[in-house]
Each structure stands twice: as structure tokens, then as C-alpha cells.
Nanobody, 124 residues
Framework: QVQLVESGGGLVQAGGSLRLSCVAPGRSLSGYAVGWFRQAPGKQREFVVGMAGARWRWTIADSVKGRFDISGHKAVSLQMNSLKPDDTAVYYC????????????????????WGQGTQVRVSS
């Protein structure tokens, strides 16, 4: 079992930035495909960005393209810039312990482990 812990959420004004972090205490995430998902109030959880092989393969949702970026090796970060009120959500880190295709990174069913989430609020 792999425990995932997210951090870095908070309240920020529109146009601001936040950096979220995902760690697996006691182990490295370098051998896993890692994705970030988010769930806004009253909405289904949606894919944000995912990567494998230290970003050798990665994919990102159109809604955040050009504003968000994923990086990392042992721990994985989500850099969020030019934040909008629509980005308000609980952000979850997820990891898959098997090889998944780049196109599959958007499917939450492909992930085996999930963190508890970190809240991001963007005020207008």
C-alpha cells in the first residue's frame, strides 16, 4: 500500500499562483505514473495533469494548459499559475503502480493509490 500526501493548498486571489506537492512518505514516486485530479463542489472529479517517467510522458487537460505544470521525481509537484475562480476545488494526487499509456492517464480508474486531497480556493 502506498500512502500519498498532498500539501500546498490554500486561498489565493485570481491571477495568483500556488504550488502543490505530492509525496509518498518513505518511498519515491519515480517508478509510478502520477496524476493530479480535482473535484469542485457539486461536480465530478476531473483530470488535471499526469506524467510518467519523470515527465518523459505526460498529458494535461485543455482547461489548464499553459497555466499548470507537473514536475518532479521522488515527489511530484503541481505548479498552478494564473489561477481562476473556476480552479477552486479539492486537488488529489494519484499514483499507478503499473505502466499506463499516456492516453490512460486521464482515467481515474487507472490509478491505484489516492491522497486525501488539498483544498484550493481562488477568490475573484
Amino acid at each position: 500500500q502506498v500512502q500519498l500526501v498532498e500539501s500546498g493548498g490554500g486561498l489565493v486571489q485570481a491571477g495568483g499562483s500556488l504550488r502543490l506537492s505530492c509525496v509518498a512518505p518513505g518511498r519515491s514516486l519515480s517508478g509510478y505514473a502520477v496524476g493530479w485530479f480535482r473535484q469542485a463542489p457539486g461536480k465530478q472529479r476531473e483530470f488535471v495533469v499526469g506524467m510518467a517517467g519523470a515527465r518523459w510522458r505526460w498529458t494535461i487537460a485543455d482547461s489548464v494548459k499553459g497555466r499548470f505544470d507537473i514536475s518532479g521525481h521522488k515527489a511530484v509537484s503541481l505548479q498552478m499559475n494564473s489561477l481562476k475562480p473556476d480552479d477552486t476545488a479539492v486537488y488529489y494526487c494519484a499514483a499507478a503502480n503499473r505502466a499506463i499509456l499516456t492516453d490512460e492517464m486521464t482515467d481515474e480508474r487507472r490509478y491505484d493509490y489516492w491522497g486525501q486531497g488539498t483544498q484550493v480556493r481562488v477568490s475573484s
